[in-house]
């Protein structure tokens, strides 16, 4: 069965995407610590634990997630773009990328933002318009 991860990858479950390849999709975190809270997922592997990733595909997820990265922090405004992965969630390795301006920015206990469509859809469409920069 498909994670919803894997759905979302596919087009079955609509996302706000910031970036994509043939192997790796970025999408913003619909219950985000920080505007352009974004993941980062591998589209054809939907093991749960990012250490079980074949050394290919763990170093291609880096370097996809990097380049999404940069496009973050040219598209929002922030000091730096702090990275976790916790694979608690859902059963699909994924990458977290939140905006920060300090360390507590990325306390995943506190409260989520809420955010209407039109501010994820443009946040969004920045974070992807500075990613094709860099391409």
Known sequence: MATIFTKIAKGEIPSYKVAENEEYYAFL???PMAKGHTLVIPKNVEDDYIFNLDDSTYMGLCAFAKKVAEAIKAAVPCKRVGVAVLGMEVPHTHIHLVPLNVE???????PKLELSQDEFAAIASAIYNEYVKIQ
């Not at 507590?104 to 506190?110: I, N, P, V």
């Open 29 to 31: 975190d619909i219950a």
């Open 104 to 110: 507590a920015d990325m306390d995943f206990r506190k």
